[in-house]
């Protein structure tokens, strides 16, 4: 029962903040209901980065094939952004959400036979439909400003539901540990994925307490205008670089994160779950405050604190491989993401009208999480060829990217309709 406490806890805590949202913070039900999902949900994600490259290294038939899995895992999630888009469009956010939830308790009980079987090529088409599943999932975050009327809530929703991935930081390892041997198998994990696949399927059950939400038009009125006309606006392109920078430096430091502490520095599997859990918990707790921060103080200071902390992780990370180094620079790591990414989004929703949105934010995802795959496939080969050190030092182009686009960010005049707290 003992190793059951944490991930007893933790959803216990789950749903009290779900009550929180809904009895005091009088949030639609609709929020509410996707906070408790997501988690459920996305847990698929950590497990896959926590045990995917571990367990992989006994599969593949070459150690530095390790991190295909979690790299199949994103450009199945890159390539599905614009089918998940586009059937929102045509079928509505609910029936859509449904498939993706769906795909993902697929892909776990695929993941839980291959671990039994050893099948490294059944587990790496597992890990597509993972992907895909969360290229659903992450449009939750779209469906949640569709269900809000007061548009000057919309950085306050969206930390909501990035703050729920801090409970899938500490459900999708947990399970990984306490069903590591709960089924037979050759080199253990098979137990995890069912116990994943068994938390997907209680997230369809509460999902389908989900109402469409009714889309209130902006005050932006007139035909759809050309993609090219959108993608041109200089607060997309910042939009873009931040969240897909925040995504790329995050995916290429996580993936090797693992494969560098515990194949590589032999430090212990409990201290590697240790600090993924923390990087992910890092990832979405400041979500409590930063909705906050962006009333406060503007989304152009957010993105610079996101960079200064990416900064940080360079700096941690370049001295050192000591278990503390690696908490250090994850949780910097996560800190910095979840204001990168927070930016992005908040700033693209202030670029598109409402009849444009679907096309809009599929094409953000579909570029964003084609760099997070491009980052976590060149993760493990350079990690394995050239070693930890110059992983971190190729970083440092995209920072100082990120670094000049915020400089123009400052010098650029806001889009009308952006709130003028959030300014």
Known sequence: MAMFSTLIITLVLMALTAVVLAKVLKLPRNIWLLFLVQPLAMSASPVIVFIGGILSTHLAPDPSLATLPLTLMIIGLACST?????????????????????????????????????????????????????AFIMQFRFAAMDSVINKDDTAKVVSVLMFAGIFAAFIGPEIAVIGKDYLASPYGYAGSFLGLAIM??????????????????????????PLLVIIKQPFFIIAILAAAIGFG?????????????????????????WVIQSHIAA???????????????GLKNVLLIGIVLFVGVVIIALNGQHVMHYWWTLVLLGVGWNFLFL?????????????????????????????????????????????????VYSTMPFILLIFIANIAFYRLRYPKNLPQKAQ
Request: glycine share 6%; hydrophobic share 50%; proline share 2%.
């Open 343 to 391: 930016t992005g989004t908040v700033l693209l929703a202030e670029c598109y009208h409402s009849a444009e949105r679907h096309k809009v934010q599929a094409v953000n995802d579909f570029i964003i999480f084609t760099v997070q795959a491009l980052a976590s496939l060149l993760a493990g080969w350079i990690l394995f060829q050239s070693g930890w050190h110059n992983l």
């Open 249 to 273: 430096v995050m995916s290429l430091l996580m993936t090797a994160t693992p494969l560098s502490m515990h194949n590589m520095q032999g430090h212990s599997l409990n201290d590697t779950k």
């Open 200 to 225: 997907v399927f209680i997230s369809i059950i509460i999902f389908q307490g989900f109402t469409e939400p009714v889309i209130q038009e902006n005050h932006f009125q007139g035909e759809e205008r």
């Open 283 to 297: 990832m979405y707790l400041p979500s409590l405050i930063s909705g906050l921060l962006v009333k406060r103080i």
């Open 82 to 134: 614009i089918p998940a888009a586009m059937l929102a469009k045509k079928w509505g956010r609910k029936k859509t959400f449904n498939i993706g939830l769906s795909l993902s308790c697929l892909g776990s009980l695929l993941a839980m036979f291959a671990a039994i079987h050893a099948s490294f090529s059944l587990f790496l088409v597992a890990c597509i439909c993972i992907g895909s599943s969360i």
